[in-house]
């Protein structure tokens, strides 16, 4: 009952915030020469676990993908797993910067910078694992259309090369979406530099930008097409990755709702990420003011709308493949529940299904511990999601002659885990030499609260 | 004695008194003037009677892109390389749609970053605005109006009083 219904109740902006307070603020966190103790401590392990993603690398280019537990039965092991999950984390990004925005979702502005951060990094570390997949990395240019001496070209027909064109230009737009965001930034940090080198870097970055209206309406109106773009982009590249799957006819992956299910589960794992990463990063920079509770509240609730539409995803594909009467669907079904790989199929059903109904209440969204260990938990639950989903349709396939097991081996899990250090340092470098939160959507929000509270 | 300036700047503390001054100063006649805001103001882009173009470019860009996609796979598959598989035609155009797709978003998109930043003239590093005084604090907090000298009413003294009569922070000359 109390004051529960009121969306008000919580601001997206904490109390007494100007244009110049929110300048300072944001600005202050890259514009100084203390770098935070705990950036440099926790920038260091990352980069430790950056070492050991380049020595899984050239342990890998050295001896060949043999290093990994890849058989002829399970071809694609860890690499299209955690592929398939960062280009997943990637979404959120793309989500909150373009959706969002279509939809005037102003209490986007806060968190939206490194979200797409997030996505870059994200998509990054996601482009590397189809590459190094190849076997002979030195080669992955012949996946590009381009009038080469064989006179061969790429198959048009398939969607693993519909998936080099959906990443490749996912990473442009994201890219330079994340970029033109920057600009005005830029000139704030130019502007408000003391040192004449930093004023200078950021200046050259800032392009000249100089505020002028007639500017700002050819900026805001790309901005607005570029999201309106970017829209559709971010639906179609899990959908073009759930092709990769849908399009073969192996038993669990030959199935038509492939695309909604990637694509809400990518959201939903992208969102966890973000949660994941704005409790910490809010709570280190004191951005509680900028972040509030409402922002954390608001991504669980798109967390349990996303994960109820995965978990139905999950109950459908059971009911598919007992109606569908297919001997071979129905085996995978009965394989992924009581088979080898059972304890990750119900870890998966806990984490993405159970779990989260405990977001259906208040209570539970507003304890921030609580979220941050549910959203972990989704973290890992989607991880575990498409191993399965790469793993179990593989593994025991039509023949039984060709049935084999597959486990990740120590290089697999180093490199892994590798990425994940790689995507930790950028995110901290991210937070150290760029603004975190975007200032001029913020000054904008300010703008349009004052006028708000003249109304009432 | 106009020409030597490049115009005049006033400073305001709010964007209702910069939308304000750029009302007023619209309907003295002037022209060839800015507003400069820290973040978007739509009120000073009708004020201006300004209309973006750039979503004719995203569009054009769009519509190349969908005809690259196109010729390229058709170019490969059925002109520079034809495969006989099982009879199929060489156009299988469904499959093509998928790239197609993908390079009419990526080509409006460069056409919208790129088309944003040729028409605003970016990069463009120097600009006599910059001279201006406590011009650094337009991406901070404050909001201005230049009035050019090149416009046909300016006149440093009218011009300095007419800007004054709008409760400015500050009125200053802005060096070319």
């Known amino acids: 009952m109390a004051a529960s219904t009121d969306p008000a109740e919580v601001p997206v902006l904490g109390p007494g915030q100007t244009y110049a307070t929110v300048t300072d603020r944001v600005s202050g966190v890259v514009l100084t020469k203390d770098t935070p103790k705990g950036w440099l401590i926790g920038f260091g392990i990352a980069f430790l676990i950056v070492m050991l993603m380049l020595f899984s690398l050239t342990v890998l280019f050295a001896k060949g993908v043999g290093v990994w537990g890849l058989n002829n039965t399970v071809a694609w092991g860890f690499a299209i797993v955690n592929f398939v999950w960062w280009v997943g984390i990637g979404h959120a990004g793309t989500l909150i910067s373009a959706i969002l925005l279509l939809f005037r979702q102003e209490w986007r502005n806060s968190i939206n910078r490194f979200a797409e951060a997030m996505t870059i990094f994200a998509v990054a570390n996601a482009g590397l694992f189809p590459i190094i997949h190849t076997g002979r990395p030195w080669l992955a240019y012949w996946l590009l259309p381009y009038p080469s001496m064989f006179q061969l070209w790429p198959q048009f027909r398939s969607p693993l090369l519909w998936d080099v064109f ?178 990750y199929y119900w870890a998966l059903i806990f984490f993405n299904g159970i779990m989260i109904q405990l977001l259906w209440f208040k209570k539970v969204r507003r304890n921030i511990p609580l979220l941050f260990v549910i959203a972990i938990g989704v973290n890992i639950g989607m991880w575990l999601e498409r191993f399965i989903i790469v793993v179990t349709s593989l593994h025991r396939e039509y023949l039984p002659s060709t049935w084999a097991f597959y486990a990740g081996t120590f290089w697999d899990w180093s490199l892994y885990i590798g990425t994940i250090g790689f995507f930790v340092a950028l995110i901290f470098l991210f937070l150290r030499v760029l603004p975190m939160i975007n200032m001029f959507e913020m000054k904008e929000l300010v703008h349009h609260l004052s006028h708000k509270g003249e109304e009432h | 004695m106009s020409e030597s300036i490049y115009g005049l700047i006033a400073r305001f503390d709010t964007p209702e008194a910069v939308v304000e001054a750029t009302r007023r100063a619209r309907e003295a006649g002037y022209r060839k003037m800015e507003a400069y805001s820290p973040f978007p103001i739509e009120e000073l882009t009708e004020i201006l009677d300004f209309k973006p173009k750039i979503q004719y470019l995203v569009f054009i860009g769009g519509v190349l892109g969908a005809l690259t996609g196109f010729a390229l796979q058709y170019y490969a598959s059925v002109i520079s390389y034809p495969l006989i598989i099982g009879g199929r035609p060489f156009n299988s155009w469904p499959a093509f749609i998928v790239v197609e797709f993908e390079l009419t978003i990526l080509f409006a998109g460069l056409a919208a970053v790129f088309g944003m930043l040729g028409l605003n003239g970016f990069p463009h590093p120097y600009h006599p605005v910059f001279n201006a005084k406590d ?42």
């Open chain 1, 166 to 343: 959906a990443i490749s230009t996912y990473v442009t737009i994201s890219l330079l979406f994340w970029y033109v965001g920057l600009i005005p930034d830029f000139a704030t940090l130019r502007d408000m530099a003391d040192n004449k080198t930093v004023r200078r870097i950021y200046g050259i970055f800032a392009l000249g930008w100089r505020g002028a209206a007639r500017h700002w309406a050819q900026y805001s109106r790309a901005a607005l097409l570029l999201a309106a773009l970017a829209t559709p982009l971010v639906v179609s590249v899990h959908s073009v990755v759930s092709f990769d799957f849908a399009v073969s006819s192996v038993p669990g992956w030959h199935t038509t709702f492939l695309p909604p299910y990637f694509v809400s589960g990518a959201i939903y794992s992208g969102f966890a990420m973000v949660v994941t990463l704005a409790i910490p990063i809010r709570k280190f920079y004191h951005m509680e003011d900028f972040i509030t509770d409402r922002h954390l509240e608001n991504m669980a609730k798109i967390m349990l709308a996303t994960g109820l539409i995965v978990f139905y995803a999950y109950i459908m594909e059971v009911f598919f493949a007992w109606y569908s009467g297919n001997h071979y669907e129905k085996f995978m079904i009965y394989n992924r529940m009581t088979g080898p790989y059972a304890p």
């Open chain 2, 135 to 176: 011009f650094k604090l337009v991406s901070r907090d404050k909001f201005f109006l230049v009035i050019e000298s090149s416009d046909p009413r300016f006149d440093a003294e009218r011009t300095r009083s007419f800007l004054e009569s709008l409760n400015p922070e500050e009125v200053t000359e802005v060096q070319p």
